[in-house]
């Protein structure tokens, strides 16, 4: 039996590594991993805006579920896993107790699991953020307050709460994706034998078919064949009836289900049911949960073998409680003679500087320390709390190289400034070469892990140190690069991102926007003056707001004037707002008290040369009021990547951006997102779930980077802003206890799936933010054409005609380079085998262009637009049938996409008004006991609630 299963899932797995968008994400997480069956490094995080006076038992409660859910992992893995050791990272806002402990590079932003207030989205419904396809690990599981505070409740709404984080655990950890309905449409099939199914995992779970509102016996709707628009499924409640244990990614808080579906049928009760069209079949192409499960590093080659004896180890997890305290760095500087080339010592000086002055928050810790053959302290280590100890550390910069590179003699200089207060210190290193003398800083992984120290790099150049890099990311530390060049902002970037995209731990100033002005000098003043307009948005209205310049030429200062929405000026000279050095170049605006709306500035350039401007704009949150600034995050999908004529590394991993926009928890929605990538151009992400994005409005803007054509280092900056005033956010105005995208069920199962909440507009906003470092090689020279069209996972039918034998279908058009350009066809293929469309695509019948009354197959639209289709069967084939279809996209070169999701096409005759009756298993009662427990939940809801 194990051979079969191993072989089923291996014929499964083999299909998927053709998908390109398979493998694990770029995620800046804590590194989970197991030791001896338990996972250790798990690291859930609070809010720090969940209040400590309001929470009291958050934390009691946390372990609760936690170790509930521990028990469960075991009995859903066949004991073979089990949560051995968890931190919990407590705000700096709340009381300090002796408990507590000094995290290391934990924080908020690097956490596994948030509890933080709720996405107006899901409400109180724990979720995954997941970004990436099949197979990829989500970013992080949100939980909140209000499903953790009262036990009892979310007992009742969700069922048994360690099945609930089991169920999240499959999103998180091992990039499955639900099997229930999410869209209208989704709730009910035809089957390969013509029969009416709900969508579920597996066939064994029992229950029937009711229309959500009247509970009354749901009619088959003859346009579609299936059950009409508001019927639902409903699972029994009873154990001794539903003798299912399969899927966990299904209803989990159905009593019987433990496991997670197989596709092996001798697991009866859990078989996995590849027709359903549910988001996982879509994302992994009909391949059951332990088809992916077994392929991941947990369980590949049988590593965590099931415990044989229980009675020796203790599965109740062991919690850690961790609280950070102000942020601590010290800069590590090259000033080897290569420092001389390219002005690469004067851009350090610059970007470092801008770092001191405008970036590293008031009341951190930094220390800077230059390397060449040694390592030299050039500022000890000293709290930032004064535009005095700023300009100190400035005029530490190094002006001088010496012979010789030693990153290890940097390093150990950096330790040796930190005393015995190491834990928690963030070091930077800025380097443009290979090390060519001892010590290597390879060498010294194992101490700054022993001692709590966590390690960035920026890399300048074209010849940065390799063993660097390696060691940078086996830390789970992060990498920026700056190309060499006076245009290029990459340095500047890196030190400001290292700030904003790891924020302290009371949050930290949010990029707003950023610009590079080039005035050239001219007997004309009109033409050395320049405006420019900003927005400063409702979430930083009545907040801090700062303005930095720095140019480039000589101690005389640009001249800059800004003005307020109500168009009152502030000058730099003589205003309570204005910080100026002159020996930096350094002119700053901090206006605390900036309201909403369009702000501007007049710049000008009063000298006789060149100037080269960088202009920086932060913004703040206004906490006082509670709300959260609209923030923009960003990654790709791998550190390298390395292309070959048969895919990408061997599995088709497609070079990735993706961005995250949002404010607080809640997604930004039709917002303008751009990628700028560094020597390779601009990029528009979308969020519509097509081609590389994977779940439409989420707030996660995705794009295929295809336009490299040379190998080497890339860096992104991504750009977003509202200039078509067509952004939004959602607002919660439905029930915060209900399913409603992903994520574990509660169990009142009316749900629709559907966007049940109100759209708030935004006004103007601009965000702006800078990607790490990636890398790519293997890039073949003389061909243009280096990928096939994007895999389509949209594939709907939208009418069945059976009388005739015609349907429609609809899908977004991929591109000609996955999501960019024009396909050159389409290939549409049908069977009655599902099975057969994902695994022998080309030998299924095929479409031909006759067969086609609407659309055009060798005429596809522009990637992103929306095709329809309506299609014939083809004559002599038999009618009262189901079909399985599915389609693939070619390109000008024959490179051919993927095969899209299988959709059912039943082309069967149904009576006007017709009763589905029981869809599976005879059980009466069903409905009853469901919305009895609804019911009760409800009531319950209402008195704690006080509605």
Known sequence: MEAIKYLIGLLVMLALLSTPILGNLRLRRSQISTSKNGYINVLIAIGRDVKEMENPNLIDNIKEIFTRASQQMLESTYQRLYFKEISILIPCTWNHTSSYQTPTDESFNTANIIVDKANPIFGDNPYVKQPGGCAQPGEYMHLTPGLINDLELSSLLWGDLGKMIVHEWGHLRWGLFDEYPLNDGEHFYRDSNGEVQATRCGLKVAGESRHSETYDQCELDPTTSLPEKDCRFFPSMDEDENTAIGSMMFMQFIPGIYHFCHSDPDFADDFHNNEAPNKHNIQCKGAAAWDIMDFHKDFLGGVNPPISDLDDISITPTFTLLQPYSRRVVLILDVSTSMDKENRMARMRHAAGRFIFSFIETGSYLGIVGFAKRGSTLHNIVAVNS??????????????????????????????????????????????????????????????????????????????????????????????????????????????????????????????????????????????????????????????????????????????????????????????????????????????????????????????????????????????????????????NRATITYNENGIGGSKIIPTVYADLSQGETPVLKANVMANIEGAGEIKLIDNGAGADITVNDGIYSAYITGIRKNGLYTIQIYADNLNNTASIPQDTVNRHRGKRSGSLPIPTNHDGTDEFALESLGGFSRESNIEAFEITGIPGGTNDLYPPSRVTDLKVTGVYPNNKTFEITWTAPGDDMDFGRANHYVIRYSQNVTAMYTDFDKQSIIKEENVFIGNLSSPSKSGNLENFMIEIPDGLPGNQVYALSLVAVDNAKRVGEVSNVVSVPLVTVATGANIGLIVGLIVMCAVIACAVGIGAWFILRRRIGQ
């Open 387 to 636: 535009d005095r100890i700023r300009e100190d550390l400035a005029n530490s910069l190094p002006t001088k190289t010496g012979s010789y590179t030693s990153i290890g003699a940097g390093v150990n200089e950096a330790i040796r400034i930190l005393g015995s207060t190491t834990k928690g210190t963030q070091f930077i290193i800025l380097s443009d070469g290979e090390e060519n003398t001892k010590p290597n800083v390879h060498t010294l992984q194992s101490q700054l892990e022993r001692k709590g120290i966590s390690l960035n790099a920026i890399l300048l150049g074209n010849k940065a140190s390799r063993k660097l890099v390696d060691m940078v990311e086996d830390m789970g530390g992060m990498i920026y690069y700056a190309q060499d060049g006076s245009d290029s902002s990459g340095l500047d970037d890196a030190f400001s991102s290292l700030i904003t995209n790891n924020p302290s731990c009371d949050g930290s100033p949010v990029v707003h926007v950023t610009s590079n002005q080039y005035l050239p000098s001219s007997s004309s003043r009109s033409k050395r003056n320049i405006r420019n307009v900003f927005h400063v948005d409702k979430s930083s209205a009545k907040a801090g707001l700062q303005l930095s310049f720095y140019w480039s030429e000589g101690s005389v200062s640009v001249s800059v004037t800004v003005y307020r929405p109500s168009g009152v000026a502030i000058s730099d000279t003589g205003s309570q707002y204005v910080y100026k050095n002159g020996n930096f170049k350094y002119l700053r605006f901090s206006i605390p008290d900036a309201e909403e709306g369009k702000w501007s500035y007049d710049l000008s350039n009063p000298t006789g040369k060149n100037q080269q401007v960088k202009i920086t704009i932060l913004t703040e949150s206004d906490k006082g009021k509670g709300n959260e600034p609209i923030t923009l995050t960003g990654r790709t």
